[in-house]
């Protein structure tokens, strides 16, 4: 009864099995359920120990002997037959015993309902003393995300990997934050609207995106989302109007850089919208999220990708790996199965900066993990190239 699955349960009981149904019952009242099996077990017990008594005393008196030796005996039938080995049995096949034999310990429990509510009263009563609190009905046992995440682990021999790692994936969405998975400002496509009218007609006609923001002045000035749909007309004149064009650029949606993905998402699907531009607490803008990063934390990576975000790794012909030093880590984790840890640092850059304390020139090696790295070039006080080796945990590339 205690061993049986609860969601295979819960499954058998929104398919109508009676069965299922008193299990589940029995299971929501389970101090009277483990004193009615209790106290059958303990009253067949003495009973059979005093019957083994009686029939000694009249095959052999008062024979110490024998009565020692009927003791051992009755003692090791009740172990092997009455304990053990029907135990391991319902414990391997806890659905096929428990089904039939809910129907038994229902009525057991009706006999014995008088006795087992006095010892369930002083049993209660002795532990709200203690300040123990129990919880009987067990239906009430709320499942946390790791138990979910586990429960999901258990789950390989009965789904696809991918399926797998889909749910995984998406129990993950609750402790990873846009700021995870965003794309840097540095690496925003947008507009500046103070552009000659020429050049920003050109920059319209070339981009890959839908959707671009648009700054006035400073890229940290944002004064709108253009959608390219929208301005087709305008760029059918001759020249193009920069007050038409600010006329049909929609508010830009601003997202707190500690937001939980799956909240995002939520935002996301609420507002109708599919990017938003991720500010810190001071406000400044740090980078770009969108509806298909966060799908691709879930389903993988799409096949769909502009320029700017292709070219992140080079594989060279001696195993190693030309990085960029603005590649995510996540990214990286995802897609080369490496294991980088994903703390503070969302970058190489930032992981490498992280480890050293200090900005690294080129020609600098280093180990993170069992992960040895060259700095190849840096530039403007970041790692701007890597090289990645393959891991060797047995022999550590030391700084130089």
């Avoid at 980088?340 to 992280?354: D, S, V």
């Amino acid at each position: 009864m205690m061993a049986i699955n609860r969601y295979r349960l819960n499954s058998l009981i929104r398919k109508g099995n009676r069965s299922a149904k008193l299990v589940n019952r029995l299971l929501s009242q389970v101090d009277k359920l483990l004193g009615s099996i209790l106290f059958g077990n303990t009253l067949v017990n003495v009973a059979a120990a005093a019957l083994a008594n009686i029939i000694i005393l009249r095959l052999y008196g008062q024979n110490d002997w024998a009565i020692l030796l009927g003791t051992l005996a009755l003692t090791f039938v009740i172990l092997v037959f009455s304990e053990i080995m029907p135990k391991i049995l319902a414990a391997s096949h806890p659905e096929r015993v428990a089904l039939p034999a809910s129907y038994a310990l229902t009525l057991l429990i009706t006999l014995f309902h008088p006795v087992v509510s006095v010892a369930t009263a002083l049993v209660n009563g002795m532990l709200s003393l203690m300040r123990i609190r129990i919880e009987t009905d067990q239906s009430k046992l709320k499942m946390t995300m790791e138990e979910l995440r586990g429960l999901v682990l258990d789950a390989e021999h009965f789904l696809p990997r991918k399926h797998q790692k889909m749910l995984l994936n998406l129990v993950d969405l609750e402790r990873i934050t846009v700021n995870d998975v965003m794309i840097p400002r540095n690496q925003i496509e947008a507009l500046n609207i103070d552009t000659d009218p020429a050049e920003l007609r050109q920059q319209l006609i070339t981009c890959h995106h839908t959707l671009l923001p648009v700054y006035a002045g400073a890229a940290s000035n944002v004064i709108g989302i253009l959608h390219i749909k929208r301005v087709l007309p305008l760029l059918q004149e001759e020249e193009l109007d920069i007050s038409q064009l600010r006329e049909i650029l929609n508010d830009a949606y601003f997202i707190p850089s500690d937001t939980p993905l799956l909240k995002q998402l939520q935002q996301f699907q609420e507002r109708h919208t599919r990017m938003g531009l991720v500010v810190d607490e001071y406000g400044e803008l740090l980078g770009l999220v969108t509806l298909e990063n966060i799908l691709e934390e879930i389903v993988g990576d799409f096949t769909t990708q502009s320029p700017s975000q292709t070219g992140k790794f080079l594989r060279q012909d001696d195993g190693s790996m030309l990085l960029e030093g603005s590649s995510s880590l996540r990214e990286l984790n995802r897609k080369l199965g490496l294991h980088f840890p994903l703390g503070e640092a969302k970058t190489l850059n930032g992981l490498i900066l992280e480890h050293l304390q200090d900005i690294p020139e080129a020609g600098t090696s280093l180990k993170i993990g069992n992960y040895p790295i060259e700095i190849i070039q840096t530039q403007d006080r970041a790692v701007k190239v890597a090289r990645l080796f393959p891991a060797q945990p047995h022999h550590p590339l030391q700084r130089r």
